[in-house]
């Protein structure tokens, strides 16, 4: 599937409002903590690829700024192999990733990740992923796993399809770029009001920076968005080194 099918109207039109709904689901949540715990891996997320992002529609184990943005960039992260071959990926070593799909097994330390798709109306629109900091030789069994967490995620994601008053296609796929660079906005909000070091925001920016493209002009918004995460008044004075976040489960 190259680059052009990824963003094919058919696909993102499959991408309901309930999967780019942030809020908390018990049943998700409870469902990547059960993957995580099983797989004995740090990270286990249900993971869906928009045209230019991946966004943590449930996770556990995320780094800090990746928590508060739930997104990175699509290109820096296998989950983009993996719905572009609609086949899962076992990767032991991340020496076995290619170019910028290593950016965040680089950035937080990740040696391994296992993933299959997560398919809704006939097209995949994301993936059911795990990993972890230490090398790992992934089997059939993690594949099972996998394959079954995926359909119990594709269950209750239809169950909340069905009881939702909110679905519209045209509406989903027009908001879908408002939906994207919503991940800056929170990354500088979270900055402005003391909850994210300038580091940890600028690395949660950088993980998001492979958005650029002819219809999205992702450094003109970041040079829009900046002066909003500078700290308010109130914040700064109180934003010391001791004050640093310690970070989530899967900080390094």
Same mark, same amino acid.
């Given at each position: 599937?190259?680059?052009?099918?990824?963003?094919?109207?058919?696909?993102?039109?499959?991408?309901?409002?309930?999967?780019?709904?942030?809020?908390?689901?018990?049943?998700? !949540? $409870?469902?990547?903590? @059960? =993957?995580?715990?099983?797989?004995?891996?740090?990270?286990? +997320?249900? /993971?869906?690829? %928009?045209? *230019?992002?991946?966004?943590?529609?449930?996770?556990?184990?995320?780094?800090?700024?990746?928590?508060?943005?739930?997104?990175?960039?699509?290109?820096?992260?296998?989950?983009?192999?993996?719905?572009?071959?609609?086949?899962?990926?076992?990767?032991?070593?991340?020496?076995?990733?290619?170019?910028?799909?290593?950016?965040?097994?680089?950035?937080?330390?990740?040696?391994?990740?296992?993933?299959?798709?997560?398919?809704?109306?006939?097209?995949?629109?994301?993936?059911?992923?795990?990993?972890?900091?230490?090398?790992?030789?992934? !089997? $059939?069994?993690?594949? @099972? =796993?996998?394959?079954?967490?995926?359909?119990?995620?594709? +269950?209750? /994601?239809?169950? %909340?399809? *069905?009881?939702?008053?909110?679905?519209?296609?045209?509406?989903?796929?027009?908001?879908?770029?408002?939906?994207?660079?919503?991940?800056?906005?929170?990354?500088?909000?979270?900055?402005?009001?003391?909850?994210?070091?300038?580091?940890?925001?600028?690395?949660?920016?950088?993980?998001?920076?492979?958005?650029?493209?002819?219809?999205?002009?992702?450094?003109?918004?970041?040079?829009?968005?900046?002066?909003?995460?500078?700290?308010?008044?109130?914040?700064?004075?109180?934003?010391?080194?001791?004050?640093?976040?310690?970070?989530?489960?899967?900080?390094?």
């Amino acid at each position: 599937m190259s680059d052009d099918r990824l963003r094919e109207r058919s696909r993102l039109l499959a991408i309901s409002p309930v999967l780019t709904d942030l809020r908390s689901d018990l049943v998700l !949540d $409870a469902l990547v903590a @059960d =993957l995580s715990k099983r797989a004995d891996c740090s990270l286990a +997320a249900v /993971i869906v690829v %928009l045209s *230019r992002v991946a966004l943590f529609r449930a996770a556990v184990g995320l780094p800090s700024e990746v928590q508060v943005s739930r997104a990175v960039s699509r290109a820096s992260t296998p989950c983009d192999t993996v719905v572009r071959e609609q086949r899962a990926l076992l990767v032991d070593d991340d020496a076995g990733l290619n170019g910028s799909q290593r950016t965040l097994a680089v950035q937080y330390g990740l040696r391994s990740y296992a993933a299959v798709p997560l398919e809704l109306g006939g097209h995949v629109v994301g993936t059911i992923a795990v990993a972890d900091r230490r090398e790992r030789a992934f !089997d $059939a069994s993690t594949l @099972d =796993l996998l394959r079954d967490t995926s359909a119990r995620a594709r +269950a209750r /994601i239809e169950e %909340l399809e *069905r009881s939702s008053l909110e679905h519209d296609e045209e509406a989903s796929e027009n908001e879908l770029p408002l939906i994207e660079s919503a991940a800056l906005s929170r990354l500088a909000f979270a900055r402005r009001s003391g909850a994210l070091e300038e580091e940890r925001f600028e690395r949660g920016v950088a993980l998001l920076s492979q958005l650029e493209d002819r219809h999205f002009r992702w450094q003109e918004l970041v040079a829009r968005l900046r002066p909003l995460a500078e700290p308010a008044p109130s914040t700064r004075s109180i934003m010391t080194p001791s004050s640093k976040l310690a970070g989530g489960g899967g900080d390094k």
